[in-house]
């Protein structure tokens, strides 16, 4: 099944209800694989295992899903580099009810790929896409974030953070916390342009 933004948070806080056996997460934005992948991790409880996918054959695919000591509970088994394609061997292992949970870890895939054509079909399994935020989803992460944390930002500070904070979804929240621990009920356009680090600005170079 493809998880879509509007539908992540749910899927995320009753992943470890759900009949889901594994996931995929692919694209540009590391520190929102990063994230997702903890809150995963930490969801399912089980002992992190990691593997690149060069390493995991068809045989080995089967083992590595069902292995870990009977007593000590199921294991989240981690498959880094993972490339475009998968064959069948593999697709019997993945719609199989497996003891240890797969989280499946790759740079982009393109629409025609077909470990994500699979991952977007099979019922048991989830395909997430993590790319840069755009500008809309930007603003409602922060009016959010401060809405939780019962603080205000002026307009001025709000537009000067949604045109500054770009990119990787871990680097946005860290800033945004950074902003809220910051002794003030109302952020200012003056205080977020001094609270902001400069390493987040937007440029033409690095984006």
Do not use: W
């Not at 000591?69 to 498959?79: P, Y």
């Not at 790929?113 to 699979?118: M, Q």
């Not at 079909?121 to 993590?130: K, P, V």
């Amino acid at each position: 099944m493809k998880i879509t933004r509007s539908n992540l948070s749910n899927f995320l806080k009753n992943i470890h209800k759900n009949n889901c056996q594994a996931v995929l997460l692919c694209g540009q934005d590391k520190g929102q694989i990063a994230m997702i992948t903890q809150n995963i991790t930490k969801k399912m409880a089980g002992d992190v295992v990691n593997y690149a996918y060069s390493e995991v054959n068809n045989t080995s695919l089967a083992s590595i899903l069902n292995s870990g000591n009977l007593f000590a509970g199921h294991e989240i088994v981690q498959i880094h580099n993972v490339s475009s394609a998968i064959n069948k061997d593999a697709k019997l292992v993945l719609k199989s009810e497996n003891r240890n949970f797969a989280i499946f870890i790759a740079d982009d895939l393109p629409k025609s790929s077909s470990i994500r054509n699979f991952f977007e079909q099979e019922q048991n399994l989830a395909f997430i896409a993590c790319y840069y935020e755009e500008e809309y989803n930007i603003k409602t992460i922060i009016n959010n974030k401060f809405k939780q944390a019962g603080k205000e930002l002026t307009n001025d500070a709000l537009n000067f953070m949604v045109a500054n904070l770009k990119g990787d979804r871990y680097n946005i929240e860290n800033e945004i916390t950074k902003i809220l621990s910051f002794d003030a009920e109302i952020i200012s356009l003056e205080l977020a342009k001094e609270l902001i680090a400069s390493t987040v600005y937007a440029s033409s170079d690095e984006m």
